[in-house]
């Protein structure tokens, strides 16, 4: 079936370290699926941080970016620089168009060491 | 920005009572999906709306009902509860004629079944 796997949490790093997470799909139902990464920071509903619809492309927001890799089935999710402001949980989605549904990975708690 | 917002925002509940968790959406979005969030599972979606009047088995939708009485509206309902339901819920609206690119969540219910 059609899942998400991305890197276990909880994920502890540095103020101004780098970051990956790590994200995987199965899209065996999907032709081309869209793939997403939402956020949700502590007290506050999931907000879509970035996506990308089409293969080979990269999508970046607030210093964030993430390629779509069709070859190897993933989405990583990578940052040079973090900040205070990342500590969140962060979950890697693929979406199919013409269902209009999403199907979520388990999310990664990501905490930041001032 | 849209707005989904959930009530109540914490409830505690006894085993084989009743439970309706509501969603109030002001995007006038098509689509509508309640999920639950667990640890080690993300979000899983448990039932969804195209439309009023309508609703839709989701991935878990054992033990949950749903109803969608107009465009703004969408309900989860708990006949019976049992602990096992014992989780975070979130709402979600997104524009069908979009291919649901974005969806967007309310903060969530966090329900205890004692």
Request: proline share 4%.
């Amino acid at each position: 079936g059609d899942s998400v796997t991305q890197t276990e949490g909880p994920v502890t790093v540095s103020e101004s370290e780098s970051l990956i997470i790590n994200c995987t799909y199965s899209a065996t139902s999907i032709a081309y699926p869209n793939l997403f990464w939402y956020v949700r920071y502590p007290g506050e509903g999931l907000q879509l941080l970035l996506k990308v619809i089409t293969a080979g492309q990269k999508g970046s927001s607030r210093g964030f970016e993430a390629t779509y890799n069709k070859e190897t089935t993933s989405f990583h999710l990578q940052k040079a620089s973090v900040q205070e402001s990342d500590s969140a949980v962060y979950y890697c989605a693929l979406g199919n168009y013409n269902q209009g549904k999403l199907i979520f990975g388990q999310g990664t708690k990501l905490s930041i060491k001032p | 920005e849209a707005a989904v917002t959930q009530s109540p925002r914490n409830k505690v509940a006894v085993t084989g009572g009743k439970v309706t968790l509501s969603c109030n959406q002001t995007n006038n979005h098509n689509n509508m999906y309640w999920y639950r969030q667990d640890t080690g599972h993300g979000l899983r979606l448990i039932h969804y709306s195209y439309g009023a009047g309508s609703t839709e088995k989701g991935d878990i939708p054992d033990g949950y009902k749903a109803s969608r009485p107009s465009q703004e509206n969408f309900s989860l309902i708990l006949e019976l509860a049992t602990p096992s339901q014992t989780s975070v819920y979130f709402c979600a609206s997104g524009d069908a004629n979009r291919g649901n690119e974005r969806l967007f969540f309310g903060h969530g219910t966090k329900l205890s079944v004692l």
